[in-house]
């Protein structure tokens, strides 16, 4: 019995050693060069499974040290994943083969995250059109100007809630990923459903948008794993019966939207907020109000407007206290708009702030919000690169583009690491290679709520520097190092500053 125990366990052990030689050879049968230091099991992504790095550091280190290759091949757990390095090839597989790279390469089941199994990131084909058109049809710049009656109501509040702080003191010290988050949670609800948000109330409201953010938004070591498995398309979550969006978030959502509705249906006032905007594009396609839709519609909205622009904010404010003279510059433009249109904040005036783009965009540059792009072949394709290096990707490929790679590589970048505003200026913007900033993404899949996110940042921006002086607090831990427990892009210890009146 114990000899045949040993030869078992035995053939099990080479069955073992042929399945990972196998699956940790794939990149080198194809002849693609592979990211060194593979273990068995956890591929390369050891440094994310121990919050060493963030998922979004480890693309852009690999990006940075194979400098000399078009393509690298790397193995999240077991499945081989191929980084982009070259900007063609992100064109292509961004843009010009999109219907070979429909996909994301983010797994949510309809029978386990009904709501995010209808969200736009997650769906390709008709479904994918469908979404996308329904919140392009939210973001025209017609409808764009009428939100800005909306956002200009937040920013009362949150310049009300930070007087209130300068009542007993000259600066008031805070974390500026909470007041950004405050702030975007805010206009989701005021914007985005016509319903209050209570995230600038005194006291802390069990409703308050910014707060649910915390149901979902957790930067633990549970959130890493995850989305590891989230973004492995060759895992089946719905096996391992893991649920992403939490029960009470669902039920928030569709609360939110149902009221909504029977308030609509009995009240004839116009609305002009982007649950309306969706309303009337299905009465005008003449489609059914389907509840469960417009929940994972507005559901999207939370999720694509609430953290991620929080951090775009969050970082845009902190660099501006790091960077007192760009503070300054900025300020002057922002006074001369106000000044234009009778000291209003108006949709002409913010468009008319060229030096407050080039901030944000060099912002987003140096710290981006989503710092890789994932796509799943669907159609088979072949890659060419630069190098001479070919690979004809098969469907079931995860292809990655880390944004945040390019946007920190030297050979796009002159001393990547400084914050300069001016590469963005008339002068200098045209030297920039495309496909080498990507903020937003590229092609048909190029974020949709861009133009909202840019409108909201702006508006937060010139509230807070035609009003105030940000200084940063001693309590910023320089220089920035990001969190390993968390996919998107935070700053370890958070962003400190000084806000006073000027």
């Known amino acids: 019995m114990a000899f045949a125990f040993v030869i078992l366990s035995v053939i099990i052990l080479i069955l073992l050693m042929f399945f990972l030689i196998k699956k940790y050879t ?22 994310v499974l121990t919050t060493k790095l963030n998922y979004s550091e480890l693309n852009r280190k690999m990006h940075i040290e194979y400098k000399n290759h078009s393509m690298v091949g790397y193995y999240k757990l077991t499945n081989p994943v191929l980084l982009i390095r070259d900007p063609y090839l992100a064109g292509i597989v ?15 089941h309809p029978d386990i995250d009904p709501l995010l199994a209808r969200n736009a990131f997650f769906v390709a084909g008709e479904e994918w059109t469908n979404a996308r058109r329904r919140l392009i049809n939210s973001f025209t710049n017609v409808k764009l100007k009428t939100l800005l009656e909306s956002i200009n ?35 989701i609800a005021n914007v985005g459903v016509g319903v209050e948000g209570y995230c600038f109330d005194e006291k802390p409201h069990p409703a308050a948008f910014d707060r649910i953010g915390d149901w979902l938004f957790k930067s633990n070591l549970k959130q890493v794993l995850e989305m590891t498995l989230m973004f492995t398309p060759g895992l089946k979550n719905s096996m391992l019966k893991m649920k992403f969006i939490p029960e009470k978030m669902e039920s928030f959502f569709r609360d939110i939207v149902s009221q909504n509705l029977k308030i609509r249906r009995q009240d004839s006032i116009p609305r002009s907020d982007i649950l309306q905007s969706i309303l009337d594009y299905l009465n005008w396609e003449k489609e ?13 909205f939370y999720m694509d407007g609430y953290e991620t622009s929080a951090v775009a904010i969050s970082f845009t404010a902190f660099l501006l206290a790091q960077y007192p003279e760009v503070q300054d510059k900025l300020r002057r433009e922002i006074m001369s708009k106000i000044e234009k249109y009778d000291g209003a904040v108006t949709f002409e005036g913010l468009r008319e702030m060229t030096y407050m783009d080039q901030v944000i965009n060099e912002t987003q ?21 630069s190098d001479g290096l070919i690979y004809r990707v098969e469907p079931g490929m995860e292809v ?60 937060f921006l010139t509230t807070l520097i035609s009003k105030y002086r940000l200084e940063l607090s001693e309590k910023t831990q320089l220089p920035i190092k990001l969190s390993g427990l968390n996919f998107l892009t935070e700053p370890i210890g958070g962003l400190w500053v000084h806000i006073s009146k000027i």
């Open 94 to 108: 961004l843009k010009s083969k999109f219907s070979c790279f429909q996909r994301t390469g983010v797994v949510a």
């Open 288 to 300: 059914e109000i389907d509840e469960e839709l417009i929940a994972s519609d507005v559901l999207s």
């Open 365 to 385: 540059r140096r710290y981006t919000s989503i710092s890789f792009l994932t796509r799943v072949c669907t159609e088979e394709c072949e890659l060419r690169g």
């Open 153 to 187: 109501v937040v920013c009362k509040k949150m310049e009300d809630y930070i007087d209130r702080r300068l009542q007993t003191t000259k600066k008031y010290e805070t974390e500026l990923k909470t007041l950004c988050s405050k702030f975007t949670g805010e206009v």
């Open 26 to 47: 794939y990149w080198k049968r194809q002849g693609i060069p592979t990211v060194r230091g593979t273990l068995p099991f956890v591929g390369h992504m050891l440094p």
């Open 400 to 459: 990655i583009v880390s944004n945040q790679g390019f946007h920190l590589d030297p050979e796009y970048w002159p001393d990547p690491e400084l914050f300069d505003p001016e590469r963005f200026s008339e002068e200098r913007k045209h030297t920039i290679e495309k496909l080498a900033f990507l903020p937003f993404g590229e092609g048909p899949r190029l974020c949709a709520g861009m133009k909202m996110a840019q409108l909201q940042l702006k508006s």
